[in-house]
């Protein structure tokens, strides 16, 4: 079970490829028999919403919502890595993904539609192309304040760095210049939403004491 969505795609890509390469998978396995393994093809590479998903219809996850997130508006983020090449990855449809939205009204959110919601976050290009990887952020985080999401809704921690990382410039840059500084819109991994909705503080959750969003503390009451 991964929990990053750039881990799931790196493993289900790998385990695709050594499936159907026989010559690849037989030279990887001459390596790995100097430790003493090989690879089988018998492991499955599950996403951690994935794993969610088939239990949130039982007491496992549903039963342990105590404090609904009730009025936080998210705006979904869908992780590339996760979703595409579809034949591959297996997770969600690519051209409309639905889990997302399944996690964020388990927790009592609303999920927010929005047009740039399957496009990418520019992540990989950071470090290459920092201009484009940030006009690329800056498009999406534009989008999701179009349509008054409170945060975005992410699954993957490279797209959550991201998100962060560009703002944080952003900000930096307009302090150095001594221009007002615009609101921030900061993102959230489901799995700290799905911890909110089960009585879990922000401050355990990676989310500071609520001082992202008063929703933070309010949702629920």
């Known amino acids: 079970v ?4 750039c881990c799931f795609g790196s493993l289900k890509r790998a385990d695709a490829l050594l499936k159907e390469n026989g010559p690849m998978r037989s030279y990887i396995n001459s390596i790995l028999s100097l430790e003493k393994l090989e690879y089988t093809g018998g492991l499955k590479i599950m996403h951690h919403l994935s794993l969610i998903e088939s239990r949130m219809g039982t ?20 992780s590339c890595h996760s979703l595409r090449p579809s034949g591959i990855m297996e997770f969600d449809n690519p051209l409309a993904p639905a889990l997302p939205g399944k996690i964020i009204a388990l927790t009592g959110a609303h999920t927010m539609d929005w047009p740039e919601k399957t496009e990418c ?11 484009v990887s940030r006009k690329i952020a800056d498009k999406k985080i534009a989008g999701a304040k179009r349509v008054s999401a409170d945060f975005i809704g992410v699954s993957c921690p490279w797209c959550y760095m991201q998100f962060q990382k560009v703002q944080e410039l952003t900000l930096l840059e307009r302090i ?20 909110l909705a089960t009585g879990l503080e922000p401050r355990d959750l990676g989310l500071g004491n609520g001082e992202l969003h008063p929703g933070i503390l309010t949702a629920g009451e």
Not at 2 to 5: Q, R
Not at 121 to 131: K, V
């Open 2 to 5: 991964t929990l990053c969505d």
């Open 59 to 78: 007491g496992q996850v549903k039963d342990k919502i105590t404090r609904p997130c009730t009025g936080l508006k998210i705006a979904p983020h869908y």
């Open 121 to 131: 976050c520019g992540a990989p290009l950071f470090g290459i192309n920092q201009a």
């Open 176 to 195: 150095q210049a001594g221009k007002s500084r615009e609101p921030a819109l900061p993102a959230i991994l489901y799995i700290q939403l799905l911890g």
